[in-house]
Structure formats: C-alpha cells, structure tokens
C-alpha cells in the first residue's frame, strides 16, 4: 500500500509562497496519477493540480495556473507542489494522493477527481492572511 506524508504547510500573508513536499513510500508503479487536493472547512475536497509519473504530464485547476507548479523527484520518491502568489480564500488543508493503479484519464478535469485516487496522506495546512 502507498503511504503519503505531506509537509511544508505554514501561515503565511496574502502573496506569499510555500513549497509543498509529499513523500511517497511503497511505490513501486513506473506509472502513477498523482495529485494536490485542497479542503476548506464547509467545503468539498478540490482537485489542485495532478501529475502522472509516465510521461510527466501535469494539470492545474483554472483557479491556480501561473501561480502553481507541481513536479516530482522520482529518486526521492518526492512530490512537490510551489505556490506563489497565495490568496487567503486558499486557506485550507491540502492532501497528495496518488490514483488508483491504472487510472488515465484523458482530461485535465477528469484527473482533478477526487474518486480517482485510492491513496491519501493526513495533510498540511496552509493558512493566507489578507
């Protein structure tokens, strides 16, 4: 089974960066959906960004194009997501998942998803003041 940790949560002012890190452990798929996903309180689970390990294709929600970038260190089994830029209604929890094993979706919406992913970590919190 994967296990996920995230870190590199914090509080930080409107504007500000973070730097993401989500560590995988018992990965052994050459090609696997990963994603971020974020949850306000009151709110549903939403799909952030995704990044699947076969061919390095990324996708981002419209709400963070520009301001996100998602990427990963296969040797460290690391996957990171940089936010500049954050607004305060980003206040939230935010998870890595990884999908289930096999899963491909042919659009960007379909792999922001959440019934995709089987795998989730506890999560980091991320707080923007105004």
């Known amino acids: 089974q994967v296990q996920l940790v995230e870190s590199g949560g914090g509080s930080v002012q409107a504007g500000g960066s973070l730097r993401l890190s989500c560590v995988a452990s018992?990965?052994?798929?050459?090609?696997?959906?990963m994603g971020w996903f974020r949850q306000a309180p009151g709110n549903e689970p939403e799909g952030v960004a995704t990044?699947?390990?076969?061919?390095?294709?990324?996708c981002y929600a419209n709400s963070v194009k520009g301001r996100f970038t998602i990427s990963q260190d296969n040797a460290k089994n690391t996957l990171y997501l940089q936010i500049d830029s954050l607004k305060p209604e980003e206040t939230a929890m935010y998870y890595c998942?990884?999908?289930?094993?096999?899963?491909?979706?042919?659009?960007?919406?379909?792999?922001?998803?959440?019934?995709?992913?089987?795998?989730w970590g506890q999560g980091t919190q991320v707080t923007v003041s105004s």
């Open positions: 018992r990965y052994t798929y050459s090609r696997i959906l």
């Open positions: 990044f699947f390990s076969g061919d390095g294709r990324t």
């Open positions: 998942a990884a999908a289930t094993p096999g899963a491909w979706p042919s659009t960007c919406l379909a792999r922001l998803g959440t019934s995709l992913f089987r795998y």
